[in-house]
C-alpha cells in the first residue's frame, strides 16, 4: 500500500472524532495528523491545533507532516450557523480556500470535503432528491457548502485536485456527540431514551428527514475515496442515501425497547431549517460510480445504538 499521510481538520467533532480512528486504524496512529481549535480529553494519536482559517498555521502543518491527503472537515453547521450569518460564511469558506490552495501550491494528492443535504431549498423534489437538482438552501451554511461543491468542482476541472465529495444526510452515532445542526435530535433522543429521561424535541412529530448511520456515513467516505478516479462522475457532491424517518418513527423504534419513554414536541426555528430539506435522496449516482449500497435501516440502528449507550451509561 502507498505510504499516505493524512491530515484531518475538524478531527474533534462528531464526524471527525470517529473517522479520525478509522483512519488511524487502517493507516497507522503515525500516518494521520489530527487537527482542530480543540482536543478531545483522552485523544490518542497526533494532533495538532490548527485554525484552517489561518492558511499559515495550516501550510505549516502540511509541509512539516509531509502531508498526502487532507480531510477537511471543519465548519460552522446549519442551526449553529443561522447565529451569526456572515461569520458563518468566513469560517466555512475561507477554510475551504486555506484547505484547496494549500493542496494546490503543494501538490496533495487527494482532498475530501463534506457537503450536506443543507444544499437543498426550494425547487426540489422533496421525495428521493435528484443528484442534479436546484441549489437554493434557506441557510448560510447550505449555502457555503452549494458554493463549496462548485469551488472543488473547479479546482479539479482546472487544477486537476482529486477533491471528492458527499452531500451527508444527518449523521447519527453512538461515538460523539453532534454539535449546531438541525439534524442533532436525532442522536440527542438515544440518549435521552437511555437514561431514562423523557425527550424534548425541537423538530415537529412528523417531519421527515434523510439520515444516515455512522457507520455507514464511514464507510461511505472510504469507498468512495478509495474509488477509482475513472470511476467518478460527480466533482461537485455526491447525494447518498442512508434512511429517512420522523421524530415520531424514531420515537416508536425506541419504544419498541424502552415502552415507558415519553416525548414532546416543541419546534424552534430548527423546524424553518428542517422544512426546507429534503425528505429522501436518490443516491442513484453513487450507487452506479462506486457501488455505494446503505447497511443500517431505522430498526437495526436504534439496536445498536441502545445497545452501545447502556454499556457506555452503565
Ligand atoms: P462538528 O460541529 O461536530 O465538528 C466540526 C469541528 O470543526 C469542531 O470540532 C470545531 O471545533 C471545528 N472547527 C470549527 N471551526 C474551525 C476552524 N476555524 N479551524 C479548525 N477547526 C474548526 O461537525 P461534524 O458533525 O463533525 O461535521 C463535520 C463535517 O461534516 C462538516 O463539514 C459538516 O458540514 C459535514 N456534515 C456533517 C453532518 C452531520 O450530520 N454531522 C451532515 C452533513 C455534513
Ligand atoms: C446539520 O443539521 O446542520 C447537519 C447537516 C445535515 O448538514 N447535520
Redesign the pocket.
Known amino acids: 500500500m502507498e505510504k499516505k499521510n493524512i491530515l484531518v ?2 478531527a ?5 472524532s470517529v473517522l479520525t480512528k478509522m483512519l488511524q486504524r487502517k493507516h497507522g496512529l503515525n500516518n494521520v495528523i489530527a ?4 482536543k478531545q480529553e483522552h485523544f490518542e494519536g497526533l494532533f495538532e491545533f ?4 489561518d492558511f499559515d498555521a495550516l501550510q505549516e502543518s502540511v509541509l512539516k507532516n509531509e502531508i498526502t491527503e487532507i480531510y477537511h ?5 446549519s442551526a449553529n450557523g443561522e447565529k451569526n450569518p456572515l461569520n458563518t460564511w468566513d ?1 466555512n469558506m475561507k ?1 475551504l480556500f486555506n484547505v484547496l490552495e494549500v493542496s494546490r501550491i503543494h501538490g496533495i494528492n487527494k482532498v475530501f470535503y ?4 443543507a444544499v437543498f431549498g426550494d425547487n426540489v423534489k422533496r421525495v428521493a432528491t435528484p443528484q442534479s437538482s436546484n441549489l437554493t438552501p434557506s441557510t448560510v451554511y447550505g449555502i457555503s ?1 452549494a458554493s463549496g461543491e462548485n469551488w472543488v468542482n473547479y479546482y479539479y476541472t482546472k487544477y486537476g485536485l482529486d477533491v471528492r465529495s458527499i452531500r ?4 447519527i452515532g453512538y461515538q460523539s456527540m ?4 438541525t ?1 442533532d435530535y436525532a442522536v440527542d433522543i438515544y440518549h435521552k431514551a437511555v437514561k431514562q429521561e423523557p425527550f424534548e424535541c425541537f423538530l415537529e412529530a412528523s417531519t421527515e428527514l434523510p439520515m444516515i448511520f455512522m457507520d455507514d456515513a464511514i464507510r461511505a467516505t472510504i469507498e468512495l475515496m478509495n474509488a477509482p478516479s475513472e470511476a467518478i462522475s460527480v466533482r461537485t457532491s455526491y447525494n447518498v442515501s442512508g434512511m429517512s424517518f420522523t421524530p415520531k418513527q424514531v420515537f416508536h423504534s425506541i419504544q419498541k425497547l424502552y415502552p415507558d419513554f415519553e416525548i414532546k414536541y416543541k419546534p424552534d426555528f430548527r423546524q424553518d431549517i428542517a422544512n426546507s430539506w429534503p425528505k429522501s435522496i436518490d443516491d442513484s449516482f453513487a450507487k452506479k460510480d462506486w457501488r455505494w449500497k446503505p447497511e443500517y435501516d431505522l430498526d437495526r440502528m436504534t439496536t445498536i445504538m441502545i445497545k452501545k449507550l447502556r454499556a457506555h451509561y452503565n
Open positions: 481538520t475538524g474533534t467533532g462528531q464526524l471527525g487537527s482542530d481549535l480543540k490548527i485554525d484552517v482559517t472537515l471543519a465548519a460552522i453547521l469560517v477554510s463534506p457537503s450536506s443535504i457548502k451527508y444526510p444527518g449523521i453532534p454539535s449546531g445542526g439534524t
